[in-house]
């Protein structure tokens, strides 16, 4: 059987190892602890994690809603093409036309002085005749009057 000496002896020896479970016994609670604020980490990160989902979902339906008004600002943009191509059109044309008319006013205007200048030849030549026959005492009243 063991003696007091060997009991001694055995304490002394498990000396060191209780030690050691001691030590052992203080990273076990400083783990728990870490553990406990890990898992108060990873609580807090999942709520932002849900809170980026929502986010991201937002973005998405924004998303989705500003593709459909780039599709109608296209659509827009179209019709307004389309529509600038109709006023080109229409300008070209008024501008031929205004060419025309231009072209008819030039006309006129030569016409117009022909006109004028035939006219006071008319005049001039009527109202000589109209002298001539005065001279000639064709008729004692004249049927005309003279236009100056």
Request: charged share 35%; hydrophobic share 35%.
């Amino acid at each position: 059987m063991l003696d007091k000496d060997d009991l001694q002896a055995i304490a002394e020896l498990l000396k060191p190892i209780h030690s050691r479970l001691d030590q052992l016994q203080g990273d076990v609670t400083t783990l728990k602890s870490n553990f406990t604020s890990l898992q108060d980490d990873v609580t807090t990160l999942k709520g932002d994690v849900s809170t980026l989902k929502e986010d991201v979902t937002i973005l998405k339906d924004d998303v989705t809603s500003l593709k459909e008004d780039v599709t109608i600002l296209k659509d827009d943009v179209s019709t307004l093409k389309e529509d600038v191509t109709t006023l080109k059109g229409d300008v070209s044309t008024l501008k031929e036309d205004v060419t025309e008319l231009k072209a008819d006013t030039t006309i006129l205007k030569e016409d117009s002085t022909i006109l004028k200048e035939d006219t006071s030849i008319t005049r001039h030549s009527v109202n000589k005749l109209l002298d001539w026959a005065d001279d000639a005492s064709i008729q004692v009243i004249p049927l005309f009057k003279k236009v100056k």
